[in-house]
C-alpha cells in the first residue's frame, strides 16, 4: 500500500535533510499534492507548493521540521499557533528533545522525532523514529511515510536516536570522508585527481552493492579481499592497529554525540 501524507501537511524548512525525503516519496509514487513547504527564500521544490511564510486556512494535520536545530525558537512561536489538536509533529531536528518540542508544540497530538539520513533520496535510507505520546494511529501514518523511504529503526529512548543520528545520519559524512582520503591517497600515488575520485568512489559504491547483493559481513568481505601475507592484508594491518580506525571511528561518534547532548541542553535551556 503506498504512503500518503494526512492531509493538508507542512514541511517547514526544506533544505538538504527535507529535500531528500521528498526526492525519496516522488520516487516511491507518494501523493505529495497537498504538501506545502515553507521556506524563508521560497526557492520552489518541484511539484509542491511552496510559500515564504504559513498559508492561511485549514491547520495542518501534519507537520515535518526540516530546519536546522540553532533556529527552533525563532521557528517556533510562529509556528505553535498553526499546530492544533489533530497535528502530528515530526521534528529531525538532532539532539532536540521531544520534551523541548512538546514545551514550545503543546498542542501537537503527537511529537515524533526522527533522524533520517541523505540516502533516502534513493530509497536506501536509514531513519530511526523515536515518540512518547503517538498513539496507534499516527505510528502508523509515520511508519508508513518513513518506511518508504527505505529501512526504519524504531527507538525505545532519545539516546537510542542519537546514536543512530552519528552512526547513520552523520555516518554518510564520515564513510564519505573516507573516501575523499582514499581518492587523495590514490593522487598521492600518481593517479589524476578526477580519475582517483571516480575510483574511490566506485570502490564506495561497489562494496555497498556486493554487501547488499550477498549479504556479507563487512568483515568477511575484508577477508575475501585479503589473502595471507598478500598486499591488502599488510595495509589492513595499520587499519587495524590499536591506533588504527577503530579508535578513530570511536572518538568520531564520541564527539558527535556529545554534540548531541550540547544541542539538547541548549533547547533545553531556552525550554
Ligand atoms: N543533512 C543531513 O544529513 C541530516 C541528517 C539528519 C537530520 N538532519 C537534520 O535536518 C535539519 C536540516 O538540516 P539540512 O542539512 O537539511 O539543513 P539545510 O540544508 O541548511 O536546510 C535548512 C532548511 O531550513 C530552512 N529554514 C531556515 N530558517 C527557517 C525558518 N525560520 N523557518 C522555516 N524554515 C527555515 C531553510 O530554508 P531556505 O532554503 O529557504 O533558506 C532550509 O530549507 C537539521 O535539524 C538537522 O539536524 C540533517
Redesign the pocket.
Given at each position: 500500500m503506498t504512503a500518503a501524507f494526512p492531509a493538508p501537511a507542512w514541511l517547514?524548512?526544506?533544505?538538504?535533510?527535507?529535500?531528500a525525503m521528498v526526492e525519496g516519496w516522488r520516487g516511491r509514487g507518494v501523493d505529495l499534492s497537498d504538501v506545502t513547504v515553507?521556506?524563508?527564500?521560497?526557492?520552489p521544490v518541484d511539484g509542491l507548493r511552496t510559500f515564504k511564510s504559513y498559508p492561511e486556512g485549514e491547520k495542518p494535520l501534519f507537520v515535518m521540521l526540516?530546519?536546522?536545530?540553532q533556529?527552533l525558537d525563532?521557528?517556533a512561536p510562529e509556528l505553535a499557533i498553526h499546530i492544533g489538536r489533530e497535528t502530528i509533529l515530526v521534528s529531525?531536528?538532532?539532539g532536540v528533545t521531544a520534551k523541548s518540542l512538546r514545551d514550545r508544540f503543546p498542542d501537537a497530538k503527537a511529537i515524533v522525532r526522527i533522524?533520517?539520513?541523505?540516502p533516502v533520496a534513493q530509497v536506501q535510507g536509514v531513519t530511526a523514529i523515536y515518540s512518547a505520546d503517538a498513539g496507534q494511529d499516527e505510528l502508523v501514518e509515520v511508519r508508513r511515510l518513513m518506511a518508504s523511504l527505505g529501512m526504519i529503526v524504531w527507538c525505545e529512548t532519545e539516546e537510542e536516536l542519537g546514536v543512530i543520528?552519528a552512526v547513520a545520519?552523520a555516518g554518510?559524512a564520515y564513510v564519505a570522508r573516507f573516501g575523499e582520503a582514499l581518492a587523495r591517497s590514490a593522487e598521492t600515488l600518481g593517479l589524476r585527481p578526477i580519475q582517483a575520485r571516480m575510483i574511490a568512489e566506485q570502490t564506495l559504491i561497489g562494496t555497498g552493492a556486493f554487501a547488499a547483493a550477498t549479504g556479507s559481513h563487512m568483515a568477511d568481505i575484508a577477508r575475501q579481499v585479503a589473502s595471507p601475507k598478500g598486499t591488502t592484508e599488510r595495509g589492513l594491518a595499520i587499519l587495524d592497529a590499536d591506533d588504527g580506525l577503530q579508535p578513530l571511528v570511536d572518538r568520531t561518534l564520541d564527539a558527535a554525540m556529545s554534540r548531541g547532548r550540547e544541542l539538547a541542553a541548549e533547547a533545553a535551556r531556552r525550554d
Open positions: 517547514v524548512g526544506c533544505g538538504n535533510m527535507a529535500g515553507i521556506r524563508p527564500s521560497g526557492t526540516g530546519f536546522k536545530p533556529k525563532e521557528v529531525m531536528l538532532a533522524m533520517p539520513n541523505l543520528g545520519a554518510v
